[in-house]
């Protein structure tokens, strides 16, 4: 529609539950340029009339697909980004809540960085809050519990994903990059993080700016990361010491084809730590030791799980 900034992009699947309640809280935004891109993924439930009543109260406003063939989650959010055109794109989940202030606090975030560096992908996110089944809360920070930190930088991301798609808000250089190299990561959410993360700047909003619901029919849900014990751990690491390379590619192996696509069509525009990764093969061992115990490219929580990183790589 004319004057669109933001398109938010929304996949639904069996979602009648709680739809109703995630698409008043966009229509609550402050922000109000904005367009709602959704397309259906087969739903068998009442999802789809849902999304057909809203359509219909807010033509121009909300843009339904008449499209209901499944293509899972992933591939259903990909193809609402090719459908996509707005300066700036976001994800959003059916059952959430966003807060009114979302967009235009994300906006104002993500305008100021271009300022700084204008040309270049650009990707802004926000902590979330959680909520149960019901929408009581349950905890102020989603971020505490990935074990997402600031500090280690952008490059956390390119061997593991700590933030949801719905936490999200990029420019359009970065959805024209992220389309243009094939998905092997298999997330919708971390491919655009990932695009960014080599070729151009992150920035953490440290606000919950929405309300994610925990339940157990989550497309992508969260569980807390367990304790091992010695003698599992003992074992687990003793595999990898020996067989590191067919471990990295078990363990690694779908990041490290991301990367090298990602290199191989931007080579000229990655980012140092990027650029490292993309030719770490080329690196001799012991200085690859070094990066593993200087700057990692992820923080894992566990001994052994830093160990076998160590060993891998």
């Known amino acids: 529609m004319p004057g669109t900034t933001v398109d938010i992009l929304l996949s639904t699947f069996n979602g009648e539950q709680h739809l109703a309640e995630q698409l008043e809280s966009l229509l609550k935004q ?15 439930d009442g999802t789809f009339g849902i999304l057909r009543q809203y359509a219909d109260r807010f033509p121009g406003k909300i843009d339904l697909s008449d499209d209901r063939a499944k293509l899972g989650f992933s591939s259903s959010f990909a193809e609402l980004l ?3 055109s707005a300066e700036y794109v976001m994800f959003c989940d059916q059952d959430d809540s966003w807060n009114s202030d979302k967009i235009s606090t994300l906006l104002a975030l993500i305008r100021r960085e271009e300022k700084k560096l204008p040309g270049i992908p650009h990707l802004v996110f926000s902590d979330l809050s959680l909520m149960d089944e019901n929408g009581e809360s349950i905890r102020g920070s989603f971020l505490a519990l990935t074990g997402y930190e600031e500090k280690y930088g952008q490059e956390q991301f390119f061997l593991r994903n700590y933030v949801p798609g719905c936490s999200l808000l990029f420019n359009r250089a970065l959805a ?12 919708h959410d971390h491919r655009v993080i990932f695009t960014c993360a080599a070729t151009g700047k992150i920035t953490y ?27 599992v751990g003992f074992k687990t690491l ?30 000229n525009e990655l980012t140092e730590p990027a650029l490292r990764l993309y030719k770490w093969e080329d690196a001799g061992y012991l200085r690859r030791k070094r990066w593993n115990l200087s700057a990692p490219f992820v923080h894992e929580k566990t001994l052994t799980e830093r160990l076998v990183y160590f060993f891998c790589f």
């Open 30 to 44: 402050d922000f109000t340029g904005w367009k709602l891109i959704v397309r259906d993924d087969a739903s068998g």
């Open 82 to 84: 090719k459908r996509s």
């Open 205 to 231: 909003c440290d606000r919950a700016l929405m309300h994610y619901r925990l339940h157990g029919k989550n497309a992508i849900g969260l569980s807390e990361r367990k304790s091992e014990s010695f003698s």
């Open 238 to 267: 003793v595999k990898f010491i020996f067989a590191n390379r067919a471990y990295r590619n078990v363990r690694y192996g779908a990041n490290l084809r991301q990367m090298k696509e990602t290199g191989d069509r931007f080579a």
């Open 176 to 187: 024209e990059k992220a389309l243009a190299v094939p998905d092997h990561l298999g997330y």
